[in-house]
């Protein structure tokens, strides 16, 4: 115990002094946080929406008000056939068109019900899914509304218990930084704590001091241990950090429990570092290092189900993400900060993760070799 | 009495490239043994061999009185070691550095405090305690490194050029503090490629690739040789072609 602390506060006076350092581990990653959380925003405002109204009735021109005073949509222009409001998606003049059959108007009074067609140009797939619900949202508010409306006029006719409920979603007032911020966050602390784990044993390779502490009776987990932790308490201020700069910048709502939060990323940054860790002791170079840290982040970012739902990638790919360690921090964050869900809610997840830990340091300790 | 250290047949090969071969030798304890040779013949694959720093690829050693397969990390707790390559942390002071590997070996605060005084003292470091050791001089850094490898008063102290690059005066400061832990029981085993070294150890070996090609007292070996100076032993032994032409 007493040889791990006496690395511990090796490695604490060696980052410290560094004085580029300081700034690279807590200010460059709070920047990032502010940046990415503008920029990675996925709502998607000013659509541009043709429409086609073949019925010129009222409740046409009620449907086509609401989408008027939508903030999500810009109605670009108006047609009578859908071909013209085709050839309007071709030409990038429009996202998307709205089609209004005739009879429209009689159809809803008369057989309560009607159609519509909503014709979406999905090259950018995102836009398209969200253009597609932002409309349906307004036409299920439309359809919600004539119903209560017309209903007084037609007593006895009101339709049977028809309720509209907004899943957040879908909901244009939706924000969507509270859904991101946390999530960037996962993605900074890993990212500061794998490179400063992963470059560190190898730096040490290449100036040579590795072989003095090779030639002491140091035990193989003092070692690692004693190399894990300054990292793993420099990534926990570091999310400290960065939640707060949540709370204050982002109003991240907190509904769940920080204790949670806090176990959770005990581990799952135990499972960083100790891959951090594992990459330095089979690797020569920090530049080997910076290579294969780099391809495992590549990957657990981008398959994290931050920038792309998890659902929608193929059958093959969602199972990798079942190996991914970034996944399971930015769902649980997610779910805990967001939802509030409590430890039963993620207790598969803590298994999971505690597994990896285990598993990953083990490999760690195993694979540090002192004797060539 | 039980030796320092004995090797036998001891073999280190890097796939087809025989680095160390079949070396048969046996240390006193107390001794002050020299270990030379060229660049590259082997002599810190042998020590590393040593002091389990790399496993053999056959033969026997044992180092104070510990299997070199076996036991390495028990032979670790008996033996200090200054390597070739800088082994301080240049970004720690030179009291940072004494206070960490005097923690590593398990020596007790007091004790190590005890020797952050002595050993600064003894050095006549006092003005550089507090200075980062990528600041302080080479022969400065060379005489830490020596201090600190025996700060865990180990049985065998292994050198690995201790006093490349460093300065004729600095050299002999350094071999007066070689033959002081040596008068204190303590067994030194040093490579060098400086000929007039060779001259303070007890027994010295010359090896030629991989192989000891002579192994006696300085006087023995100039006897042997012919020679009037252990750099004509060494360049008899080396290129022996040379002298034959």
Known sequence: MRTILFIVRKEFLQIFRHKVMLPLIFLMPIIQ?????????????????????????????????????????NIVGYSFSSRLAFDKIQSGDADLFLEIPPHFHRGLIRDNKASLQ????????????????????????FNGQIRTEWAKTRAGAAPAGLSITYSNWFNPEMNYKTFMVPGILVLLVTLIGMFLSGMNIVKEKEIGTIEQINVTPIRKYQFIIGKLLPFWIIALVELSIGLVVGWLVFDIPFVGSLWLIYSFAAIYLLVVLGLGLLVSTFTETQQQAMFISWFLLIIFILMSGLFTPIESMPEWAQAITHFNPVAYFVEV????????????????????????????????VVNYRKTN | ??????????????????????????????????????????????????????????????????????????????????????????????????????GIYGLPGREIRHQIKELIGGLGMQEYANTLVKAIPLGWKQKLSFSIAIMHRPEIVFLDEPTGGVDPITRRQFWEMIYKAASEGMTIFVTTHYMDESEYCGRVSIMVDGRIAALDTPRALKEQFGASSMNDVFLQLTRPNQKES
Request: aromatic letters at 10%.
């Open chain 1, 333 to 364: 964050m997610r779910m805990v900060l967001l939802k509030g869900s409590n430890f039963m809610d993620i207790r598969l997840h803590f298994i999971v993760m505690l597994t990896a830990a285990l598993a990953v340091n083990v490999l760690a």
């Open chain 2, 1 to 102: 009495m039980v030796p320092a250290i004995t090797a036998e047949k001891l073999t280190k090969k890097f796939g087809d490239f025989t680095a160390v071969n079949q070396i048969t030798f046996e240390v006193q304890k107390g001794e002050i043994f020299g270990f030379l040779g060229a660049n590259g013949a082997g002599k810190t694959t042998a020590m590393r061999m040593l002091n389990g720093l790399s496993r053999p690829t056959s033969g026997q050693a044992s180092v104070a009185g510990f299997d070199v397969y076996r036991e390495t990390e028990k032979i670790k707790k008996h033996i200090g070691y200054m390597s070739q390559k800088f082994s301080l942390y240049e970004d720690l002071t030179v009291r940072e550095n004494i206070q960490f590997y005097g």
């Open chain 1, 118 to 141: 909503l014709s979406v140009n999905a090259i950018n797939g995102v836009q398209a899914g969200l253009a597609n619900a932002y409309a349906n949202a307004i036409i299920q508010d």
């Open chain 1, 33 to 73: 946080l502010v940046i990415l959380a503008h920029a990675a925003d996925f709502e998607v405002k000013n659509i541009n929406l043709h429409i086609v109204d073949q019925d010129k009735s009222l409740a046409s021109q009620q449907l086509i008000s609401k989408f008027q005073a939508s903030r999500n949509f």
